[in-house]
């Protein structure tokens, strides 16, 4: 059975979705590199991206740890603060 | 401590902060907004944060520096929204007994914001405008 | 820019100083009197200066600095005569396009300044007192 | 024939001699060595400082440069500023 998960948006990214949340629909227990697949299926402007990652309860997390969805989720695009 | 916040920053506060009877040496490092970026000129910048993992890793970032170098008091202030030219961006403090643990602290946290803090920095030229490092 | 002063080092002042439009990033160093020496409790600071020498030494270590980092500003100030806890005994602010020329000239002065510059510290103990460095 | 040379004494020094300058006779054409020996056998003192440079019109001089009778010499003990 499939979950909607929400993910923040910040910077580039927001500026290619025109959205600073987009929903996800993933399987059970999906992982983080299947969210990062399925967004970049959704939303193919991604891929002019030099890199994203993803964020999970406001730390940056693993390609292979579980999606909850009631976690808060981001995705961060290069980051360049300073 | 940590801040991030949308007033400019103020560095003499800052300073009282830092203060510290023990203290023989006070490193305090700002960015800067400049004019240009590689000679194109800059109008503003726009910074946005993703502020409670912002928050979190700048913590990060200061109990590392606090188990590397005997730290008396450690700041770390980043601001966010419009910036003009001439306006701080990001306050680092430090301030040790000696001076090697002050420009060391400061300079590892300052160069670690920059690799790990969610902050995204935008470049506003008079013709067009770019997200800092987004494209390869 | 280079003095040398009795009176209180006003870091906002230096601030203002040290600001360029070109400016991304300004290390500023600040030598602080402290309330001990090797456990030992320090009541106060004297500085003195063979005036015409220091400002000459400040200067060619100013001129160094500027042949071996591109820096847009620079500021050194030292105080002398009596100074409390906490009171500010030197001042270093660079200012540069990028933060590793700061850290590296701001470093380099404070580093120099301590071995090339005419001036003397005197510690004033509870119990005594001693000129830093004199004896064997 | 002998000249007199005024020497600026700080820090140490000026507390070790009680003097914040002395008077040293020199030969005709002596050098900085010259005048450092001359400052130890007039103040025994001195003997007690890790090192000591000579200012010459502002600037340090080596061991070999010449000192005249108009010149701002002064003695320089181990600095400690900053």
């Known amino acids: ?10 910077g580039i990214t927001r500026d290619l979705t025109g959205q600073s949340t987009v929903s996800v629909s993933l399987p059970a227990n ?11 299926q959704n939303y193919p402007a991604l891929a002019s991206i030099r890199s994203l990652l993803v964020a999970v309860n406001g730390e940056y997390a ?14 961060i695009p290069p980051v360049s603060g300073g | 401590m940590i801040a ?7 560095v003499t506060s800052a300073l009282y902060e830092l203060q510290s009877a023990q203290a023989g040496a006070i490193d305090i490092f700002l960015g800067v907004v400049r004019d240009n ?5 800059v109008d503003r910048l726009e910074y946005e944060a993703y502020d409670r993992m912002a928050i979190g890793e ?19 202030i980043h601001r966010k929204g419009t910036l003009q030219i ?10 040790t007994a000696h001076r090697a643990d002050a420009f060391e602290a400061c300079r590892y946290i300052i ?3 920059k690799q790990t803090v969610p902050i995204w920095k935008k470049e506003i030229f008079m013709d067009g405008e770019i997200w800092v490092n987004a494209h390869p």
């Open chain 2, 58 to 76: 700048m913590q990060k970032i200061a109990d590392d520096a606090n188990q590397r170098w005997p730290l008396l008091r450690c700041l770390i």
């Open chain 2, 37 to 41: 970026t590689q000679q194109r000129p």
């Open chain 1, 30 to 40: 999906a992982r983080v590199a299947e969210l990062l697949n399925q967004l970049h």
């Open chain 1, 1 to 10: 059975m499939n979950s909607t998960v929400s993910v923040l948006l910040f």
């Open chain 2, 4 to 10: 991030l916040t949308s007033e400019p920053i103020d």
């Open chain 2, 111 to 113: 160069d670690t914001i």
């Open chain 2, 86 to 95: 001439g306006e701080i961006a990001v306050l680092i403090g430090v301030a």
């Open chain 1, 62 to 75: 693993e390609a292979d740890q579980l999606v909850h969805q009631n976690d808060e989720i981001a995705l």
